[in-house]
T-cell receptor, first 108, second 117 residues
Framework: EIVLTQSPGTLSLSPGERATLSCWASQSVSSSYLAWYLQKPGQAPRLLLY???SRATGIPDRFSGSGSGTDFTLTISSLEPEDFAVYYC?????????FGQGTKLEIK | QVQLQESDPGLVKPSETLSLTCTVSGGSVSSGSYFWSWIRQPPGKGLEWIGYAFHSGSTNYNPSLKSRVTISLDTSKNQFSLKLSSVTAADTAVYYC?????????WGRGTLITVSS
């Protein structure tokens, strides 16, 4: 089973700032089969990116992803108030599909 | 637009079987492109993939739950279901149904299942 570790656990930033979230895998994720989700309190997660860097339908271009192998990054270029939430990475390169423990992005 | 809605059994007693249904509206579970999955989230914790079913009848389960899980499709009702047997307090969680291609592009709102006597 591939274990995903997200860093940092909590990130405190202000609107307008740039956010960089990391996701490390315990073994290589094949074909960059990595997705990112955003979850707000009391809501289901929402898909942001898949294939490490492809934006899902309706996701604004301030969200971008990069990485391959065991090291992946989600970047939010300029934070909007609605971006403050918990972010999860998920690998789907090998079963069982696993999620990271999450990064909480909070307003500074 | 496609929407997913979980049933809401609420409380399940220890050692019993948890049964959930996800109703698909605006789309079809018979669609050849999608896997139909269940994912859970214990209160205050992260996400755990439980398994999926495909319209062909194939299934794939998380090994950590495989001995207790059954996921199936009911094309006549346009639903898919989850059965988790021999539940304990550790199975208390919000259960989500989701559609996807191994990643999950559409989720239900989730239903909180509490295991308690």
């Amino acid at each position: 089973e591939i274990v995903l570790t997200q860093s940092p656990g909590t990130l405190s930033l202000s609107p307008g700032e740039r956010a960089t979230l990391s996701c490390w895998a315990s073994q290589s994720v094949s074909s960059s089969y990595l997705a990112w989700y955003l979850q707000k309190p009391g809501q289901a997660p929402r898909l942001l990116l898949y294939g490490a860097s492809s934006r899902a339908t309706g996701i604004p271009d301030r969200f971008s992803g990069s990485g391959s192998g065991t090291d992946f990054t989600l970047t939010i270029s300029s934070l909007e108030p609605e971006d403050f939430a918990v972010y999860y990475c998920q690998q789907y390169g090998s079963s069982p599909y696993t999620f990271g423990q999450g990064t909480k992005l909070e307003i500074k | 637009q496609v929407q997913l809605q979980e049933s809401d059994p609420g409380l399940v007693k220890p050692s019993e079987t948890l049964s959930l249904t996800c109703t698909v509206s605006g789309g079809s579970v018979s669609s050849g492109s999608y896997f139909w999955s269940w994912i859970r989230q214990p209160p205050g914790k992260g996400l755990e993939w439980i398994g999926y079913a495909f319209h062909s009848g194939s299934t794939n389960y998380n090994p950590s739950l495989k001995s207790r899980v059954t996921i199936s499709l009911d094309t006549s009702k346009n639903q898919f279901s989850l059965k988790l047997s021999s539940v304990t307090a550790a199975d208390t969680a919000v259960y989500y149904c989701a559609r996807g291609y191994w990643y999950f592009d559409l989720w239900g709102r989730g239903t909180l299942i509490t295991v308690s006597s």
